[in-house]
T-cell receptor, first 116, second 112 residues
Framework: SAVISQKPSRDICQRGTSLTIQCQVD?????MFWYRQQPGQSLTLIAT?????????ESGFVIDKFPISRPNLTFSTLTVSNMSPEDSSIYLC?????????????FGQGTRLTVV | DQQVKQNSPSLSVQEGRISILNCDYT??????FLWYKKYPAEGPTFLIS?????DKNEDGRFTVFLNKSAKHLSLHIVPSQPGDSAVYFC???????????FGKGTRLHILP
């Protein structure tokens, strides 16, 4: 298993500002994932953060809006830039392990962002 | 295009009865299916999974059934307990190099 610490747990931000969310894992992992869960929606993958290379973004998400850092194998940050009310969501950091030949994802507690 | 669908946003079940949460998928290439449970203000936690080569996997009060021909899986909780009240996410993955795709979730209320 993996223990993931994510902060802040919640924030209320003014539109036009940026927020950086931090994610710390208790073990070294190759890939870290950033998800968004908007109200009533799926957990949607934003991007995959690989150590030593640029993050890989999913369709509909761009680096200018969601820059990601991955300075080492246990830490990553996601920045939500130039925020608007539509960015209000829960943002989750995740890592995946293969346990007994099946995938399993471990999540941080999430960051509840409200943009006003 | 949603590849993993949970069509019931919420479900209420009497304590002690069976809870059945349903999930449909569209991609026949999925190899693994997983269920996650999420309490408010916490991240999702892994509950149970099933490989596409099986049709049933049981772990205590939780059983997952897979019907590949119907592209349908279900999570059975029996007997249901108050602590089972949470949001349950169905998820699927193709292989080691592929991401896990989640459904929208179903909020389960266990009634006293």
């Amino acid at each position: 298993s993996a223990v993931i610490s994510q902060k802040p747990s919640r924030d209320i931000c003014q539109r036009g500002t940026s927020l950086t969310i931090q994610c710390q894992v208790d073990s070294q992992v190759t890939m870290m994932f950033w998800y968004r869960q908007q109200p009533g929606q799926s957990l949607t993958l934003i991007a995959t953060a690989n150590q030593g290379s640029e993050a890989t973004y999913e369709s509909g998400f761009v680096i200018d809006k969601f820059p990601i850092s991955r300075p080492n194998l246990t830490f990553s940050t996601l920045t939500v830039s130039n925020m608007s009310p539509e960015d209000s969501s829960i943002y989750l950091c995740s890592v995946e392990n293969w346990q007994a030949y099946r995938p399993e994802a471990f999540f941080g507690q999430g960051t509840r962002l409200t943009v006003v | 295009d949603q590849q993993v669908k949970q069509n019931s946003p919420s479900l209420s079940v009497q304590e002690g009865r069976i809870s059945i949460l349903n999930c449909d998928y569209t991609n026949s290439m999925f190899d693994y299916f997983l269920w996650y449970k999420k309490y408010p203000a916490e991240g999702p936690t892994f509950l149970i999974s099933i490989s596409s080569i099986k049709d049933k996997n049981e772990d205590g009060r939780f059983t997952v059934f897979l019907n590949k021909s119907a592209k349908h899986l279900s999570l059975h909780i029996v007997p249901s307990q108050p602590g089972d009240s949470a949001v349950y996410f169905c998820a699927a993955s193709m292989n080691r190099d592929d991401k896990i795709i989640f459904g929208k979730g179903t909020r389960l209320h266990i009634l006293p």
